[in-house]
């Protein structure tokens, strides 16, 4: 079983939305902190939001200046999930989106390199259409 499942990715319209769900097993997402990262065709993967873990300042949530106002990163804590809602959606949103988890108790999620982390899911495609 796979540390963590991403779902669903899509194809959607300009100004449309979607959620995506990063489902861990394992370990508990209370401890860690987890980030959304996105690759689009021909550019480096770049870190969109993450979330802290339970301990640190309550879970406190950072997000790229690029979806700031439009994506809202969330966990369930019962599920042991993280969801990424995507709203007003724009056509350079494209891309393979990948979450990743660092197991951690204490630690910020936005101080964590995207070298430190500990897992990291298969990827999931999200396309927008203009």
């Known amino acids: 079983q796979l540390p963590l499942v991403e779902s669903g990715g899509g194809l959607v319209q300009s100004g449309g939305s979607l959620r995506l769900s990063c489902a861990a097993s394992g370990f508990d997402l209370n401890y860690a902190v987890i980030s959304w990262f996105r690759q689009a065709p021909g550019k480096e993967r770049e870190g969109v939001s993450c979330?802290?873990?339970?301990?640190?300042?309550?879970?406190?949530?950072y997000y790229a200046d690029s979806v700031k106002g439009r994506f809202t990163i969330s966990r369930d804590y019962g599920k042991n999930t993280v969801y990424l809602q995507m709203n007003s959606l724009k056509p350079e949103d494209t891309g393979v989106y990948y979450c990743a988890a660092f197991r951690t108790v204490y630690r910020l999620c936005e101080t964590v390199s995207e070298y430190e982390y500990d897992y990291w899911g298969q990827g999931i495609q999200v396309t927008v259409s203009s």
């Open positions: 979330v802290s873990g339970r301990q640190s300042s309550g879970g406190s949530t």
